[in-house]
Protein backbone atom coordinates (compact mmCIF):
# COMPACT_ATOMS: atom_id res chain seq x y z
CA UNK A 1 0.00 0.00 0.00
CA UNK A 2 2.98 2.16 0.77
CA UNK A 3 4.45 1.72 -2.69
CA UNK A 4 1.02 2.71 -4.09
CA UNK A 5 0.93 5.85 -2.51
CA UNK A 6 4.38 6.29 -3.83
CA UNK A 7 3.30 5.71 -7.45
CA UNK A 8 0.34 7.57 -7.22
CA UNK A 9 2.83 10.84 -6.21
CA UNK A 10 5.16 10.26 -8.41
CA UNK A 11 2.41 10.58 -11.31
CA UNK A 12 1.54 14.22 -10.05
CA UNK A 13 4.83 15.03 -11.59
CA UNK A 14 3.41 13.50 -15.36
CA UNK A 15 -0.15 14.67 -15.01
CA UNK A 16 0.63 18.04 -13.72
CA UNK A 17 2.87 18.94 -17.03
CA UNK A 18 -0.21 17.90 -19.62
CA UNK A 19 -1.23 21.50 -20.48
CA UNK A 20 -3.10 21.81 -23.25
CA UNK A 21 -0.90 23.03 -26.05
CA UNK A 22 -1.90 26.40 -27.52
CA UNK A 23 1.35 28.03 -26.94
CA UNK A 24 1.08 29.16 -30.58
CA UNK A 25 -2.38 29.73 -31.28
CA UNK A 26 -3.39 33.55 -30.81
CA UNK A 27 -6.35 33.10 -27.60
CA UNK A 28 -9.88 34.74 -28.14
CA UNK A 29 -11.33 35.26 -24.76
CA UNK A 30 -14.69 36.54 -24.10
CA UNK A 31 -17.38 37.55 -21.07
CA UNK A 32 -19.53 35.35 -19.62
CA UNK A 33 -22.96 36.64 -21.59
CA UNK A 34 -24.15 35.52 -24.97
CA UNK A 35 -22.89 38.78 -27.27
CA UNK A 36 -19.75 37.95 -26.81
CA UNK A 37 -19.68 34.45 -26.91
CA UNK A 38 -20.70 35.21 -30.42
CA UNK A 39 -18.15 37.72 -30.75
CA UNK A 40 -15.79 35.99 -29.68
CA UNK A 41 -16.29 32.61 -32.16
CA UNK A 42 -16.53 35.43 -34.96
CA UNK A 43 -13.16 36.55 -34.44
CA UNK A 44 -12.02 32.68 -33.76
CA UNK A 45 -13.41 31.96 -37.15
CA UNK A 46 -12.27 34.97 -39.13
CA UNK A 47 -8.68 34.67 -38.24
CA UNK A 48 -8.51 30.94 -39.36
CA UNK A 49 -10.05 31.94 -42.02
CA UNK A 50 -7.17 34.22 -42.39
CA UNK A 51 -4.81 31.64 -41.97
CA UNK A 52 -3.98 32.77 -37.99
CA UNK A 53 -4.27 29.86 -35.58
CA UNK A 54 -6.56 30.65 -32.83
CA UNK A 55 -8.43 29.09 -30.08
CA UNK A 56 -11.25 30.94 -28.31
CA UNK A 57 -11.55 30.33 -24.69
CA UNK A 58 -14.91 31.34 -23.49
CA UNK A 59 -17.00 32.61 -20.56
CA UNK A 60 -14.02 33.79 -18.71
CA UNK A 61 -15.70 35.97 -16.16
CA UNK A 62 -16.21 39.52 -15.60
CA UNK A 63 -13.55 43.10 -17.10
CA UNK A 64 -11.13 42.47 -14.49
CA UNK A 65 -10.32 38.75 -15.31
CA UNK A 66 -10.20 39.81 -18.84
CA UNK A 67 -8.28 42.91 -18.09
CA UNK A 68 -5.81 40.81 -16.25
CA UNK A 69 -5.84 38.00 -18.75
CA UNK A 70 -4.57 40.49 -21.31
CA UNK A 71 -1.75 41.72 -19.25
CA UNK A 72 -0.51 38.71 -18.30
CA UNK A 73 -0.83 37.40 -21.94
CA UNK A 74 -3.23 34.89 -21.35
CA UNK A 75 -5.79 36.02 -23.90
CA UNK A 76 -4.39 37.98 -26.50
CA UNK A 77 -8.11 39.63 -28.03
CA UNK A 78 -11.50 39.39 -26.84
CA UNK A 79 -14.99 42.26 -27.71
CA UNK A 80 -14.99 44.56 -25.34
CA UNK A 81 -17.09 48.06 -24.89
CA UNK A 82 -15.77 51.46 -25.54
CA UNK A 83 -17.59 52.65 -22.37
CA UNK A 84 -16.53 49.72 -20.15
CA UNK A 85 -12.78 50.85 -21.35
CA UNK A 86 -13.36 54.12 -20.18
CA UNK A 87 -14.50 53.60 -17.00
CA UNK A 88 -13.51 50.07 -15.89
CA UNK A 89 -9.93 49.72 -17.15
CA UNK A 90 -8.87 53.15 -17.61
CA UNK A 91 -11.06 54.82 -14.74
CA UNK A 92 -11.77 58.25 -16.42
CA UNK A 93 -14.71 59.72 -17.91
CA UNK A 94 -16.06 60.64 -21.18
CA UNK A 95 -16.26 59.46 -24.50
CA UNK A 96 -13.14 59.72 -25.94
CA UNK A 97 -12.09 58.97 -29.95
CA UNK A 98 -10.77 55.67 -30.43
CA UNK A 99 -7.80 57.74 -31.31
CA UNK A 100 -7.50 59.52 -28.13
CA UNK A 101 -8.22 55.73 -26.32
CA UNK A 102 -5.66 54.41 -27.83
CA UNK A 103 -3.20 57.06 -26.28
CA UNK A 104 -4.53 56.64 -22.57
CA UNK A 105 -4.14 52.38 -23.53
CA UNK A 106 -0.30 52.73 -25.08
CA UNK A 107 1.47 52.36 -21.70
CA UNK A 108 -0.02 49.04 -20.91
CA UNK A 109 0.48 47.54 -23.88
CA UNK A 110 -2.83 47.52 -25.14
CA UNK A 111 -5.31 48.70 -27.87
CA UNK A 112 -8.76 48.94 -29.14
CA UNK A 113 -9.29 48.28 -32.63
CA UNK A 114 -11.36 46.88 -35.56
CA UNK A 115 -14.69 48.88 -34.14
CA UNK A 116 -17.79 46.45 -34.94
CA UNK A 117 -20.59 49.43 -35.86
CA UNK A 118 -22.72 49.15 -33.01
CA UNK A 119 -23.61 50.51 -29.61
CA UNK A 120 -24.79 48.32 -27.05
CA UNK A 121 -25.44 50.37 -23.67
CA UNK A 122 -26.46 49.49 -20.46
CA UNK A 123 -29.93 50.50 -19.28
CA UNK A 124 -32.66 49.93 -16.70
CA UNK A 125 -35.86 47.21 -18.79
CA UNK A 126 -39.09 46.63 -16.76
CA UNK A 127 -42.34 44.45 -18.07
CA UNK A 128 -44.32 46.89 -20.46
CA UNK A 129 -47.27 46.49 -18.84
CA UNK A 130 -45.78 47.41 -15.12
CA UNK A 131 -44.37 50.34 -16.55
CA UNK A 132 -47.08 51.58 -18.45
CA UNK A 133 -49.38 51.12 -15.05
CA UNK A 134 -46.56 52.95 -12.98
CA UNK A 135 -46.21 55.87 -15.54
CA UNK A 136 -42.45 54.74 -15.96
CA UNK A 137 -40.79 55.72 -18.88
CA UNK A 138 -37.50 56.74 -17.80
CA UNK A 139 -34.88 56.42 -15.03
CA UNK A 140 -35.80 59.67 -13.12
CA UNK A 141 -39.75 58.26 -13.31
CA UNK A 142 -38.37 55.06 -11.58
CA UNK A 143 -36.89 57.16 -8.51
CA UNK A 144 -40.04 58.84 -8.33
CA UNK A 145 -42.14 55.36 -8.37
CA UNK A 146 -44.47 54.40 -5.44
CA UNK A 147 -44.22 51.61 -3.60
CA UNK A 148 -41.72 48.67 -3.39
CA UNK A 149 -39.77 47.18 -6.71
CA UNK A 150 -37.59 44.29 -6.79
CA UNK A 151 -34.36 44.31 -8.88
CA UNK A 152 -32.86 41.68 -10.29
CA UNK A 153 -29.28 43.19 -11.40
CA UNK A 154 -26.13 41.17 -12.53
CA UNK A 155 -23.37 41.00 -9.97
CA UNK A 156 -20.95 43.04 -12.64
CA UNK A 157 -23.12 45.52 -12.86
CA UNK A 158 -23.70 46.09 -8.91
CA UNK A 159 -19.98 46.59 -9.30
CA UNK A 160 -19.00 48.63 -12.14
CA UNK A 161 -17.56 51.76 -12.18
CA UNK A 162 -20.44 52.96 -14.55
CA UNK A 163 -23.58 50.53 -12.46
CA UNK A 164 -25.64 50.81 -9.63
CA UNK A 165 -23.98 52.83 -7.15
CA UNK A 166 -22.33 55.37 -9.46
CA UNK A 167 -26.22 55.27 -11.19
CA UNK A 168 -28.08 55.21 -7.95
CA UNK A 169 -26.27 58.48 -6.78
CA UNK A 170 -26.75 60.46 -10.55
CA UNK A 171 -30.94 59.62 -10.42
CA UNK A 172 -31.05 59.48 -6.51
CA UNK A 173 -33.13 55.78 -7.08
CA UNK A 174 -34.56 55.13 -3.52
CA UNK A 175 -34.15 51.33 -3.88
CA UNK A 176 -32.05 48.59 -2.33
CA UNK A 177 -31.05 46.39 -5.30
CA UNK A 178 -30.37 43.01 -3.28
CA UNK A 179 -28.26 40.23 -3.80
CA UNK A 180 -26.77 40.12 -8.29
CA UNK A 181 -28.18 37.95 -10.06
CA UNK A 182 -26.89 36.32 -13.38
CA UNK A 183 -27.65 38.27 -17.03
CA UNK A 184 -29.70 35.07 -18.30
CA UNK A 185 -31.19 34.31 -15.26
CA UNK A 186 -32.35 37.56 -14.42
CA UNK A 187 -34.40 37.93 -18.22
CA UNK A 188 -36.69 34.20 -17.04
CA UNK A 189 -36.96 35.79 -13.06
CA UNK A 190 -38.91 39.27 -15.16
CA UNK A 191 -40.78 36.85 -17.06
CA UNK A 192 -42.21 34.64 -14.18
CA UNK A 193 -42.61 37.80 -11.90
CA UNK A 194 -40.41 37.69 -9.45
CA UNK A 195 -38.18 40.84 -9.93
CA UNK A 196 -39.59 44.04 -11.48
CA UNK A 197 -36.22 45.97 -12.97
CA UNK A 198 -32.95 44.37 -14.81
CA UNK A 199 -30.27 45.74 -16.29
CA UNK A 200 -30.10 45.24 -19.40
CA UNK A 201 -27.98 45.74 -22.58
CA UNK A 202 -29.72 47.22 -25.66
CA UNK A 203 -28.84 44.50 -28.27
CA UNK A 204 -30.13 41.95 -26.03
CA UNK A 205 -32.51 39.63 -27.85
CA UNK A 206 -34.69 39.18 -24.64
CA UNK A 207 -35.79 42.89 -25.16
CA UNK A 208 -37.82 42.68 -28.01
CA UNK A 209 -39.42 39.08 -27.37
CA UNK A 210 -40.67 39.48 -23.91
CA UNK A 211 -41.66 43.18 -25.19
CA UNK A 212 -39.84 45.20 -22.11
CA UNK A 213 -39.84 48.62 -22.03
CA UNK A 214 -36.41 50.03 -22.21
CA UNK A 215 -36.43 53.22 -19.76
CA UNK A 216 -35.01 56.19 -21.37
CA UNK A 217 -31.32 57.56 -19.35
CA UNK A 218 -32.65 61.04 -19.70
CA UNK A 219 -29.78 62.51 -18.13
CA UNK A 220 -27.28 60.95 -20.18
CA UNK A 221 -25.62 58.91 -17.23
CA UNK A 222 -24.06 56.00 -19.56
CA UNK A 223 -21.82 56.93 -21.95
CA UNK A 224 -21.56 55.39 -25.47
CA UNK A 225 -20.43 51.48 -25.63
CA UNK A 226 -19.44 51.50 -29.09
CA UNK A 227 -18.19 47.71 -29.57
CA UNK A 228 -14.47 46.83 -30.55
CA UNK A 229 -11.80 44.10 -29.90
CA UNK A 230 -9.57 45.09 -27.15
CA UNK A 231 -6.43 43.46 -27.78
CA UNK A 232 -2.88 43.62 -26.74
CA UNK A 233 0.00 45.85 -28.92
CA UNK A 234 1.47 43.30 -30.46
CA UNK A 235 -1.30 41.60 -32.21
CA UNK A 236 -2.12 42.16 -35.85
CA UNK A 237 -5.61 43.58 -36.10
CA UNK A 238 -5.46 43.64 -40.03
CA UNK A 239 -7.17 40.30 -41.03
CA UNK A 240 -9.79 41.39 -38.46
CA UNK A 241 -10.04 44.70 -39.58
CA UNK A 242 -10.63 43.91 -43.10
CA UNK A 243 -13.49 41.41 -42.28
CA UNK A 244 -15.45 43.05 -39.26
CA UNK A 245 -14.75 47.11 -38.68
CA UNK A 246 -18.15 48.39 -39.29
CA UNK A 247 -19.80 45.38 -40.51
CA UNK A 248 -22.32 44.47 -37.32
CA UNK A 249 -24.96 47.09 -36.12
CA UNK A 250 -27.34 47.23 -34.33
CA UNK A 251 -30.11 45.52 -35.78
CA UNK A 252 -27.81 42.28 -36.65
CA UNK A 253 -26.10 42.26 -33.64
CA UNK A 254 -29.69 41.66 -31.66
CA UNK A 255 -30.36 38.84 -34.16
CA UNK A 256 -27.45 36.98 -33.74
CA UNK A 257 -28.37 37.30 -30.21
CA UNK A 258 -32.00 35.98 -31.00
CA UNK A 259 -30.32 33.04 -33.10
CA UNK A 260 -28.71 31.80 -29.62
CA UNK A 261 -31.29 32.54 -27.15
CA UNK A 262 -34.64 32.22 -28.74
CA UNK A 263 -33.86 29.82 -31.94
CA UNK A 264 -31.47 27.80 -29.58
CA UNK A 265 -28.77 27.83 -32.04
CA UNK A 266 -25.06 27.04 -31.01
CA UNK A 267 -22.41 30.34 -30.64
CA UNK A 268 -20.15 28.78 -33.49
CA UNK A 269 -23.26 28.08 -35.68
CA UNK A 270 -24.16 31.48 -35.75
CA UNK A 271 -20.52 33.16 -36.16
CA UNK A 272 -20.35 30.46 -38.69
CA UNK A 273 -23.53 31.89 -40.40
CA UNK A 274 -22.05 35.46 -40.28
CA UNK A 275 -18.32 34.63 -41.46
CA UNK A 276 -19.89 32.42 -44.68
CA UNK A 277 -21.91 36.09 -45.72
CA UNK A 278 -18.91 37.91 -45.11
CA UNK A 279 -17.13 35.41 -47.30
CA UNK A 280 -19.72 35.73 -49.99
CA UNK A 281 -19.61 39.60 -50.14
CA UNK A 282 -15.43 38.78 -50.54
CA UNK A 283 -14.32 40.00 -47.24
CA UNK A 284 -12.82 37.05 -45.73
CA UNK A 285 -10.98 34.22 -47.42
CA UNK A 286 -12.11 31.04 -48.59
CA UNK A 287 -12.90 28.53 -45.97
CA UNK A 288 -12.38 24.55 -44.92
CA UNK A 289 -15.35 22.69 -44.86
CA UNK A 290 -17.75 23.57 -42.04
CA UNK A 291 -18.31 21.18 -39.26
CA UNK A 292 -21.86 20.15 -38.95
CA UNK A 293 -24.13 21.88 -36.65
CA UNK A 294 -25.48 20.71 -33.79
CA UNK A 295 -28.77 19.72 -32.80
CA UNK A 296 -30.84 21.24 -30.05
CA UNK A 297 -32.28 18.23 -28.41
CA UNK A 298 -30.62 16.54 -24.73
CA UNK A 299 -29.02 13.91 -26.74
CA UNK A 300 -27.44 16.41 -29.74
CA UNK A 301 -25.63 18.55 -27.13
CA UNK A 302 -25.06 15.69 -24.82
CA UNK A 303 -22.91 14.08 -27.60
CA UNK A 304 -21.79 17.09 -29.36
CA UNK A 305 -18.26 17.29 -31.31
CA UNK A 306 -16.50 18.72 -28.43
CA UNK A 307 -17.83 15.92 -25.64
CA UNK A 308 -14.32 14.17 -26.29
CA UNK A 309 -12.06 17.09 -25.47
CA UNK A 310 -14.05 18.25 -22.68
CA UNK A 311 -13.92 14.87 -20.74
CA UNK A 312 -10.29 14.89 -21.74
CA UNK A 313 -9.76 18.15 -20.20
CA UNK A 314 -11.68 17.59 -17.25
CA UNK A 315 -10.20 14.37 -16.07
CA UNK A 316 -7.01 15.71 -16.52
CA UNK A 317 -7.68 18.27 -14.36
CA UNK A 318 -9.24 16.13 -11.32
CA UNK A 319 -6.86 13.63 -11.48
CA UNK A 320 -3.56 15.98 -12.12
CA UNK A 321 -4.58 18.00 -9.04
CA UNK A 322 -5.67 14.74 -7.26
CA UNK A 323 -2.12 13.56 -7.66
CA UNK A 324 -0.56 16.43 -6.74
CA UNK A 325 -2.91 16.48 -3.37
CA UNK A 326 -1.68 13.32 -2.20
CA UNK A 327 2.09 14.41 -3.21
CA UNK A 328 1.37 16.48 -0.50
CA UNK A 329 -1.23 15.95 1.68
CA UNK A 330 0.04 12.54 2.47
CA UNK A 331 3.19 13.38 3.88
CA UNK A 332 1.35 16.63 6.08
CA UNK A 333 -0.97 14.21 7.75
CA UNK A 334 2.15 11.94 8.91
CA UNK A 335 3.84 15.19 9.83
CA UNK A 336 0.87 16.35 11.99
CA UNK A 337 0.43 12.94 13.41
CA UNK A 338 4.65 12.86 14.48
CA UNK A 339 4.38 16.38 15.43
CA UNK A 340 1.29 17.00 17.48
CA UNK A 341 2.15 20.32 18.65
CA UNK A 342 2.37 21.06 14.80
CA UNK A 343 -0.59 19.00 14.31
CA UNK A 344 -3.29 22.08 14.78
CA UNK A 345 -1.30 24.66 12.77
CA UNK A 346 -1.18 22.16 10.09
CA UNK A 347 -4.91 21.16 10.35
CA UNK A 348 -5.89 24.70 10.71
CA UNK A 349 -4.12 25.95 7.67
CA UNK A 350 -6.05 23.07 5.19
CA UNK A 351 -9.00 23.77 7.05
CA UNK A 352 -9.16 27.31 5.98
CA UNK A 353 -7.67 26.72 2.50
CA UNK A 354 -10.95 24.94 1.76
CA UNK A 355 -13.26 27.65 2.94
CA UNK A 356 -11.87 30.25 0.32
CA UNK A 357 -14.40 30.41 -2.23
CA UNK A 358 -13.42 28.72 -5.35
CA UNK A 359 -13.53 32.19 -7.35
CA UNK A 360 -11.64 34.30 -5.37
CA UNK A 361 -8.95 31.28 -4.86
CA UNK A 362 -8.82 31.18 -8.56
CA UNK A 363 -8.56 35.23 -9.22
CA UNK A 364 -5.79 34.98 -6.43
CA UNK A 365 -4.12 32.51 -7.97
CA UNK A 366 -3.88 34.12 -11.73
CA UNK A 367 -2.54 37.01 -9.94
CA UNK A 368 0.29 34.45 -8.48
CA UNK A 369 1.26 32.49 -11.40
CA UNK A 370 0.08 35.10 -14.32
CA UNK A 371 -2.09 33.19 -16.53
CA UNK A 372 -5.06 32.18 -16.63
CA UNK A 373 -6.27 28.29 -17.79
CA UNK A 374 -4.91 25.26 -16.62
CA UNK A 375 -2.20 26.21 -14.41
CA UNK A 376 -4.00 28.26 -12.01
CA UNK A 377 -7.15 25.60 -12.13
CA UNK A 378 -4.92 22.58 -11.43
CA UNK A 379 -3.27 24.49 -8.25
CA UNK A 380 -6.65 25.69 -6.84
CA UNK A 381 -8.19 22.12 -6.80
CA UNK A 382 -4.84 20.26 -5.91
CA UNK A 383 -5.61 23.41 -2.48
CA UNK A 384 -9.22 21.73 -2.05
CA UNK A 385 -8.31 18.10 -2.08
CA UNK A 386 -5.86 18.84 0.79
CA UNK A 387 -8.14 19.06 3.62
CA UNK A 388 -9.80 15.17 3.03
CA UNK A 389 -6.45 13.41 2.22
CA UNK A 390 -4.49 15.13 5.20
CA UNK A 391 -7.46 14.91 7.27
CA UNK A 392 -7.86 11.11 6.47
CA UNK A 393 -3.95 10.68 6.94
CA UNK A 394 -3.87 12.16 10.61
CA UNK A 395 -7.30 10.11 11.50
CA UNK A 396 -5.67 6.58 10.32
CA UNK A 397 -2.36 6.81 11.97
CA UNK A 398 -3.72 8.25 14.84
CA UNK A 399 -6.16 4.49 15.07
CA UNK A 400 -2.97 2.94 15.32
CA UNK A 401 -1.66 1.81 18.69
CA UNK A 402 0.92 3.15 20.07
CA UNK A 403 2.68 0.30 21.00
CA UNK A 404 2.53 -1.07 17.47
CA UNK A 405 5.44 1.31 16.74
CA UNK A 406 7.22 0.89 19.34
CA UNK A 407 7.58 -2.93 18.60
CA UNK A 408 8.76 -2.54 15.04
CA UNK A 409 11.89 -0.37 16.27
CA UNK A 410 12.72 -2.82 19.03
CA UNK A 411 12.81 -5.60 16.55
CA UNK A 412 15.35 -3.35 14.60
CA UNK A 413 13.80 -1.30 12.16
CA UNK A 414 14.61 2.18 11.64
CA UNK A 415 11.57 4.67 12.10
CA UNK A 416 11.28 5.30 8.10
CA UNK A 417 10.59 1.89 8.04
CA UNK A 418 8.16 1.06 10.33
CA UNK A 419 6.09 4.22 8.66
CA UNK A 420 6.18 2.60 5.23
CA UNK A 421 6.07 -0.93 6.19
CA UNK A 422 4.07 -1.06 8.93
CA UNK A 423 1.91 2.26 9.83
CA UNK A 424 0.54 3.17 6.45
CA UNK A 425 -0.30 -0.07 5.27
CA UNK A 426 -2.67 -0.33 8.26
CA UNK A 427 -3.70 3.44 7.80
CA UNK A 428 -4.25 2.54 4.28
CA UNK A 429 -8.38 2.05 4.49
CA UNK A 430 -8.85 5.62 5.85
CA UNK A 431 -6.29 7.15 3.92
CA UNK A 432 -7.93 6.09 0.91
CA UNK A 433 -11.07 6.66 1.80
CA UNK A 434 -9.66 10.62 1.82
CA UNK A 435 -8.09 9.96 -1.78
CA UNK A 436 -11.70 8.75 -2.66
CA UNK A 437 -13.65 12.00 -1.57
CA UNK A 438 -10.88 14.24 -2.81
CA UNK A 439 -11.46 12.71 -5.63
CA UNK A 440 -15.31 12.79 -6.35
CA UNK A 441 -15.45 16.48 -5.21
CA UNK A 442 -12.99 17.45 -7.40
CA UNK A 443 -14.96 16.46 -10.44
CA UNK A 444 -17.30 18.75 -9.23
CA UNK A 445 -15.63 21.99 -8.59
CA UNK A 446 -13.45 21.24 -11.74
CA UNK A 447 -16.44 22.41 -13.53
CA UNK A 448 -15.45 26.13 -11.66
CA UNK A 449 -12.58 25.91 -13.95
CA UNK A 450 -13.72 26.88 -16.82
CA UNK A 451 -14.58 30.27 -15.50
CA UNK A 452 -10.89 31.12 -15.95
CA UNK A 453 -10.37 29.30 -19.87
CA UNK A 454 -9.38 25.79 -18.38
CA UNK A 455 -12.06 24.40 -20.05
CA UNK A 456 -13.70 20.77 -19.04
CA UNK A 457 -17.88 20.32 -18.97
CA UNK A 458 -18.37 23.53 -17.05
CA UNK A 459 -18.20 25.11 -20.35
CA UNK A 460 -21.47 23.85 -21.55
CA UNK A 461 -23.08 24.58 -18.01
CA UNK A 462 -21.89 28.29 -17.70
CA UNK A 463 -22.53 28.81 -21.49
CA UNK A 464 -26.16 27.17 -20.62
CA UNK A 465 -26.45 29.62 -18.15
CA UNK A 466 -25.35 32.43 -20.28
CA UNK A 467 -28.20 32.12 -22.84
CA UNK A 468 -31.06 30.59 -20.14
CA UNK A 469 -30.70 27.40 -22.25
CA UNK A 470 -31.43 24.23 -19.57
CA UNK A 471 -30.89 21.78 -22.23
CA UNK A 472 -27.11 22.85 -22.24
CA UNK A 473 -26.63 23.34 -19.42
CA UNK A 474 -28.21 19.70 -18.83
CA UNK A 475 -25.48 18.65 -21.43
CA UNK A 476 -22.69 19.55 -19.34
CA UNK A 477 -24.11 18.71 -16.06
CA UNK A 478 -25.16 15.39 -16.52
CA UNK A 479 -21.89 14.33 -17.61
CA UNK A 480 -20.30 15.47 -14.64
CA UNK A 481 -22.93 13.72 -12.49
CA UNK A 482 -21.91 11.04 -14.18
CA UNK A 483 -17.83 11.33 -13.89
CA UNK A 484 -18.69 11.45 -10.17
CA UNK A 485 -20.50 8.12 -9.83
CA UNK A 486 -18.05 6.34 -11.94
CA UNK A 487 -15.28 7.94 -9.88
CA UNK A 488 -16.41 6.69 -7.19
CA UNK A 489 -17.73 3.08 -8.54
CA UNK A 490 -13.76 2.99 -9.88
CA UNK A 491 -12.27 4.18 -6.31
CA UNK A 492 -14.63 1.25 -4.51
CA UNK A 493 -13.12 -1.19 -6.81
CA UNK A 494 -9.89 -0.32 -6.07
CA UNK A 495 -10.48 -0.36 -2.39
CA UNK A 496 -11.71 -4.10 -2.61
CA UNK A 497 -8.71 -5.22 -4.96
CA UNK A 498 -6.06 -3.44 -2.43
CA UNK A 499 -7.85 -4.93 0.59
CA UNK A 500 -7.80 -8.59 -1.11
CA UNK A 501 -4.32 -8.27 -1.86
CA UNK A 502 -3.65 -7.75 2.24
CA UNK A 503 -5.61 -11.19 2.51
CA UNK A 504 -2.87 -13.80 3.25
Known amino acids: MASFFSRLAAAAWCLSF ?41 GLGNTAVMEQALANGGVQVYPEYTGTIVREILKRDGSPSLEQLNQWL ?108 VLRDDRAFFPRYDAVLLMRATVDERPLAAALSNRIDDVAMRAMNGQVEIDGKSFEAVAREFVARSKVAGVVRPAAAATSPVGTGFVDRLFAPDLPRLLREHLTLVFASLAIAVAIGVPLGVLAHRSPRLSGS ?29 LPALLALSVYALLPIVRNTHAGLSSLSAGMRQAGLALG ?92
Open 106 to 213: APRGLKAAVPLGFNNSYALAMREDDAARLGIATISDLARAKGPLRFGLSHEFLVRADGWGALQRAYQLPFTPGSGLDHGLAYQALSRGQVDVVDAYTTDAQIARMKLR
Open 413 to 504: LRDGQVLRGVELPLAAPTIFAGIKTAAVLNVGLATVATFIGAGGLGERIVAGLAVNDTTLMLAGAVPAAVLALLTQWVFDGLERWLRRRRVP
Open 346 to 374: LMGAVGIAQTVPSLALLAFLIALVGTIGF
Open 18 to 58: TVPAIADDLVVGSKRFTESYVLGEITRQVLVEAGVPAVHRQ
